[in-house]
């Protein structure tokens, strides 16, 4: 059974970047898409990027475009979301998940990490 486990948020100021990273235990990992998600104070969870089992294949919202970069690495059972040009507004609980297939499907993720906490300050 896959567990995934996120780090790497923090705060930092408005124009800064993290990387978040989601460590997932299980020999499966590789099989399976991955998604990173946020949930804002008093908003409901979001979509922000996901990456096809061989990450060949990525998608974003269009509010990150640009600016945020997922990717994968399954020597390492690792997805990544390196964030760059942070906003304010991307302040939230940042989330890993498990796609159930090995191609993207946004709706599709049935394993969810505990979250990352990243405050933007302006």
């Known amino acids: 059974q896959v567990q995934l486990v996120e780090s790497g948020g923090g705060l930092v100021q408005a124009g800064g970047s993290l990387r978040l990273s989601c460590a997932a235990s299980?020999?499966?990992?590789?099989?399976?898409?991955m998604g990173w998600f946020r949930q804002a104070p008093g908003k409901e969870r979001e979509f922000v990027a996901a990456?096809?089992?061989?990450?060949?294949?990525?998608d974003y919202a269009d509010s990150v475009k640009g600016r945020f970069t997922i990717s994968r690495d399954n020597a390492k059972n690792t997805v990544y979301l390196q964030m760059n040009s942070l906003k304010p507004e991307d302040t939230a609980i940042y989330y890993c998940?498990?796609?159930?297939?090995?191609?993207?499907?946004?709706?599709?993720?049935?394993?969810w990490g505990q979250g990352t906490q990243v405050i933007v300050s302006s």
């Open positions: 998940a498990k796609g159930r297939y090995s191609h993207i499907e946004l709706k599709a993720h049935d394993l």
């Open positions: 299980g020999r499966t990992f590789s099989d399976y898409a």
């Open positions: 990456i096809s089992w061989s990450g060949r294949s990525t």
